[in-house]
Every structure is written in structure tokens, then in C-alpha cells.
């Protein structure tokens, strides 16, 4: 998956650790895109709100979006999320982190599992290859931290770690956010 989009799209991976301003940068720039273009933006959430700190979280961020862009909440299948995005000239996905997590914890079997989620990333990324969109994703990076000492944390950190991989492979642009400053990793300087 090292191909680039080459047919007029764009494919953004903002990467950093949690409250590092990734969410707040993929909003800026697509709102700075949508200014640009007049293009509608749409939001793929990935997020469920299983417990009340997370249903507040999610609250929140819906509230720090323009009210004219299109929301479509999918925790799992984000491959056909974003073929529902229609005419969107820009889509952001926020975020692959909660989408790994997602079906770690739908699936027991840890092999299986996986499988769904790179065909899911395959599929995601062929599309968005084909796509004349600008598409912002963001993921956290887990590979900087300490080993997690439980074995449902090793098998989490390395799944996203190779996700991310996958997506910063296919991406045109690639930023890790620290405090909320961007750092520009690809393409190079």
C-alpha cells in the first residue's frame, strides 16, 4: 500500500499521542479547504459512546463542528462509510485509533480480527486512491510508549501501529501533532 493518490485527491494522516490537537488541526484544514473550494465537508465519527464520560466526549465534539457538514457515525466499517460520503470534496476521519479498538473489542479471536481490519484498510485505501477528495485522517501514535504489560495492549498497539503504517504508505501528507503544532513528516522538506 505505498502508492500515493495520484488522481487529484489528497490523503492527510495527522499521528499523535491523546490531546496533542489532531482532531482541533483536521478540523482547521478542513474548514480551510472547504473555504477554499465551496466543497461540502463530511465527518466519518468513529466513536461509540458506551459510558457516560464517553457520550459527553462525543456531545463535545459535535458541537466544535460546522453545523452544515455531514456526520456519519460508523465505528467499524469506515471503507463504506466513506463511499456514502457522495459529493463531499472533503472527508475527515476521526479517528482510525477508535476504529482498531472498535473491533478488537467486537472479536475474540485476535487473527480474525485482524483480517477484517486490514481488508477494511485495503478497501479504505483503494478508494480513497480512486478519489478526487481531500481526506483527513487521524490516528494516535501508541508505538512511542512503554510495552503495555497486558496482552490486549500489545496486540492493540501493534494492529493500529500497522495500520498507521498502511495509511502514512498511501498518504500524500503526513503531520505528528505535538501540543498541537504540527510537525510535517511527508513529504519531506
Known amino acids: 500500500m505505498s502508492q500515493a493518490l495520484s488522481t487529484g485527491g489528497r490523503l492527510i494522516l495527522l499521528l499523535g499521542g491523546a490531546r496533542g490537537g489532531k ?29 457516560e464520560e464517553m457520550t459527553a466526549r462525543i456531545t463535545r465534539h459535535r458541537s466544535e463542528r ?34 482498531v479498538s472498535n473491533w478488537l473489542m467486537r472479536h475474540e479471536n485476535e487473527e480474525e480480527c485482524e483480517k477484517f481490519v486490514q481488508r477494511i484498510t485495503r478497501d479504505f485505501l483503494e478508494q480513497a486512491r480512486a478519489s478526487r ?42 503531520y505528528l501533532l505535538v501540543a498541537g503544532v504540527p510537525l510535517k513528516l511527508k513529504p519531506g522538506a
Open 66 to 99: 460546522p453545523s452544515g457538514w455531514r456526520t456519519i457515525e460508523e465505528p467499524w466499517q469506515i471503507d463504506e462509510a466513506l463511499r456514502l460520503t457522495g459529493e463531499a470534496g472533503t472527508v475527515v476521519v476521526d479517528c482510525l485509533t477508535l476504529f
Open 23 to 51: 482532531s482541533a488541526y483536521a478540523l482547521r484544514l478542513a474548514e480551510e479547504s472547504q473555504r477554499a473550494s465551496g466543497n461540502e465537508v463530511c465527518f466519518i465519527a468513529t466513536a461509540q459512546g458506551l459510558d
Open 133 to 174: 477528495q481531500t481526506i483527513i485522517c487521524v490516528s494516535n501514535e501508541v508505538g512511542l510508549g512503554l510495552v503495555p504489560n497486558a496482552r490486549m495492549g500489545r496486540v492493540f498497539r501493534d494492529l493500529l501501529g500497522r495500520v498507521n503504517q498502511d495509511f502514512a504508505a498511501a498518504a500524500d501528507e503526513v
